[in-house]
Nanobody
Framework: VQLQASGGGLVQAGGSLRLSCAPS????????VGWFRQAPGKEREFVAG????????YYEDSVKGRFTISKDSDKNTVSLQMNSLKPEDTAVYYC???????????????????WGQGTQVTVSS
């Protein structure tokens, strides 16, 4: 499935941004959708994930309480609401999806076959 990510930008520390991920010509039903990020010189890391059918959500520790992943069944999109942004949140953010992600692999980027193009999030101090 092809994914389209949107919503990145430049924001001051403490600000908010909302990212969205939509599948092209497909539904997210039965999929796990994850958000990952990659800062310059660093490995891609898990940020948050959601099981579309159950709505169960998962977060990386450093974003718990600040980021919220959610689904919109009417729009067939997954969003990542990012509040209280910090300079260390600066990265390219990617959405990913796969229908066969097991729970123990939800934080592993290699478990996802479909990836969006990435959207830049820059948080200034």
């Amino acid at each position: 499935v092809q994914l389209q990510a949107s919503g990145g930008g430049l924001v001051q520390a403490g600000g908010s941004l909302r990212l969205s991920c939509a599948p092209s010509g497909h539904t997210f039903r039965g999929y796990t959708v994850g958000w990952f990020r990659q800062a310059p010189g660093k490995e891609r890391e898990f940020v948050a994930g959601i099981r579309w059918n159950s709505g169960y959500t998962y977060y990386e520790d450093s974003v718990k309480g600040r980021f919220t992943i959610s689904k919109d069944s009417d729009k067939n999109t997954v969003s990542l609401q990012m509040n209280s942004l910090k300079p260390e949140d600066t990265a390219v953010y990617y959405c990913a999806a796969d229908s066969g992600v097991i729970l123990s692999s939800i934080r592993n980027s290699r478990a996802y076959d479909s990836w969006g193009q990435g959207t830049q999030v820059t948080v200034s101090s």
